[in-house]
């Protein structure tokens, strides 16, 4: 009887320990927590994608007159049997330009699309009547690290997306993700920029990185509960391995009187 007192003392022990190392509160983990029912928030974030060094660009022209816009089109491969020759983008060159076809070098660093697409009008202005100018960010993808369920690097079709709709896209944060203080990593033409955020908080709809751009990381930090669990983790281990040896000794005591 001994030895069963001992083995379902050491167990409710183990399970104190997991429980005490895995407790969050309410305030750590509830996003918004200062906005009231009904609270209307006008979105006055005038955020524009800007393009950056080694971005890579899709640019078509159309008009009424396709001969016309075609030697402003670049295309690679042949259009024979039946496939469709794939349109070349426009890598943004160390210098901030692309080359587009008969108007030359073009700096588009530091341009969101819409100024972009003025710039081209103006441009082909002496060559085109009523120009279609559509132009895409190619490379437009965020990663994000740490306490999130799907970790990863994830491509964004439109032209803007948030640090929420990011964190959706990775599953969310988990129980054990610091949400207080989560970081933003941005690159602007070589030169890190970091940034902190806290989602418990309604104000961080006016930050200026709610909306992310190309190639921001995210990174979630552990909380105090997770770094705690780490170390607990180790020490259940060492734990269970000494209790095991306590028990295994303490039967071959008791079998042996």
Same mark, same amino acid.
């Given at each position: 009887?001994?030895?069963?007192?001992?083995?379902?003392f050491v167990s409710f022990f183990i399970i104190y320990l997991l429980l005490l190392s895995s407790c969050a509160s309410k305030k750590e983990v509830v996003y918004f927590q200062n906005a009231g029912s009904?609270?209307?928030?006008?979105?006055?974030?005038?955020?524009?994608?800007k393009f950056k060094i080694d971005d890579l660009i899709s640019i078509y022209i159309s008009t009424l007159d396709n001969q016309a816009s075609a030697p402003f089109n670049l295309f690679k491969g042949a259009s024979e049997g039946g496939f469709r020759a794939e349109q070349v983008d426009y890598l943004v060159d160390q210098a901030g330009e692309i080359d587009f076809p008969v108007i030359g070098k073009i700096k588009v660093a530091g341009l969101s699309p819409e100024e972009l697409r003025i710039i081209l009008r103006q441009n082909l202005s002496d060559y085109l009547k009523d120009p279609i100018i559509n132009i895409r960010l190619r490379n437009f993808s965020v990663t994000i690290l740490g306490e999130v369920n799907k970790p990863g690097t994830y491509p964004v079709n439109g032209e803007r997306i948030t640090i929420?709709?990011?964190?959706?896209?990775?599953?969310?944060?988990?129980?054990?993700?610091?949400?207080?203080?989560v970081m933003v990593i941005r690159d602007f033409d070589g030169t890190k920029v970091y940034s902190r955020v806290d989602l418990r908080n309604k104000e961080i709809m006016s930050s200026p990185v709610y909306y992310l751009t190309?190639?921001?990381?995210?990174?979630?930090?552990?909380?105090?509960?997770?770094?705690?669990?780490?170390?607990?983790?180790?020490?259940? +281990? $060492?734990? =269970?391995?000494?209790? +095991? $040896?306590? =028990?295994s000794s303490a039967i071959i005591i008791i079998t042996r009187n």
């Open positions: 009887m001994k030895h069963k007192s001992l083995g379902l009904y609270e209307t928030l006008v979105d006055k974030n005038s955020f524009a994608p929420l709709e990011a964190l959706g896209m990775a599953g969310d944060l988990t129980i054990k993700g610091m949400r207080n203080n190309q190639n921001d990381v995210v990174y979630v930090e552990p909380n105090q509960s997770a770094v705690t669990s780490s170390k607990m983790d180790n020490r259940v +281990s $060492i734990g =269970i391995s000494i209790a +095991s $040896i306590l =028990i």
